[in-house]
T-cell receptor, first 109, second 113 residues
Framework: GQNIDQPTEMTATEGAIVQINCTYQ??????LFWYQQHAGEAPTFLSY??LDGLEEKGRFSSFLSRSKGYSYLLLKELQMKDSASYLC??????????WGAGTKLIIKP | DAGITQSPRHKVTETGTPVTLRCHQT?????MYWYRQDPGHGLRLIHY???????DKGEVSDGYSVSRSKTEDFLLTLESATSSQTSVYFC????????????FGQGTRLTVV
């Protein structure tokens, strides 16, 4: 079967750095996505990785290792507004998105 | 923001009744999707459409049907609602199946009592 694993919940301090991991086992690979979802709202796109390596976008970076079936999302200079769920998704060989259950990130002052 | 709206935003219905949720887009995107989101689960695909009158099943399609008679509208119907279909339903759109990004509607919270 296909599976995406990410931690259920993480806590971090305002101003700090946090790394959210995602491991996957899917039928084929056509890209990995990270979305942010605030409580009661729609998911919004953060990043897309299809090749190995690090993609940086402001305070957020995403890393991919296809050989290890592994990705992480790195959030720097954490702000209170970063409190949200972070969803990892992989597009499989049929171009279907397989979603993890999400990581709830709690930011403390 | 991408032009995608869902209606209704909230609905309470009784077991056994039919329910239709609507997704409307103004982006002229070819692909439209219906997902459900439940605690402890990732988003799960119910049905998707790759063009007018072209639809296909997702992983949790039982008890659901869809229709797309116009590019901009994608309807999800629960033929006979059950309590297990209580969930938050999201519509999403993308230009193609290879798009870097999909855009989501604000969601519909459906409660079946």
């Amino acid at each position: 079967g296909q599976n995406i694993d990410q931690p259920t919940e993480m806590t971090a301090t305002e101003g700090a750095i946090v790394q959210i991991n995602c491991t996957y086992q899917t039928s084929g690979f056509n890209g990995l996505f990270w979305y942010q979802q605030h409580a009661g709202e729609a998911p919004t796109f953060l990043s897309y990785n299809v090749l190995d390596g690090l993609e940086e976008k402001g305070r957020f970076s995403s890393f991919l290792s296809r050989s290890k079936g592994y990705s992480y999302l790195l959030l720097k200079e954490l702000q209170m507004k970063d409190s949200a769920s972070y969803l990892c998704a992989v597009r499989d060989s049929n171009y279907q998105l397989i979603w993890g259950a999400g990581t709830k990130l709690i930011i403390k002052p | 923001d991408a032009g995608i709206t869902q209606s209704p935003r909230h609905k309470v219905t009784e077991t056994g009744t039919p329910v239709t949720l609507r997704c409307h887009q103004t982006e002229n995107h070819r692909y439209m999707y219906w997902y459900r989101q439940d605690p402890g689960h990732g988003l799960r695909l119910i049905h998707y459409s790759y063009g007018v009158k072209d639809t296909d099943k997702g992983e949790v399609s039982d008890g659901y049907s869809v229709s797309r008679s116009k590019t901009e509208d994608f309807l999800l119907t629960l033929e006979s609602a059950t309590s297990s279909q209580t969930s938050v339903y999201f519509c999403a759109i993308s230009e193609s199946e290879e798009s870097r990004e999909a855009f989501f509607g604000q969601g519909t919270r459906l409660t079946v009592v």
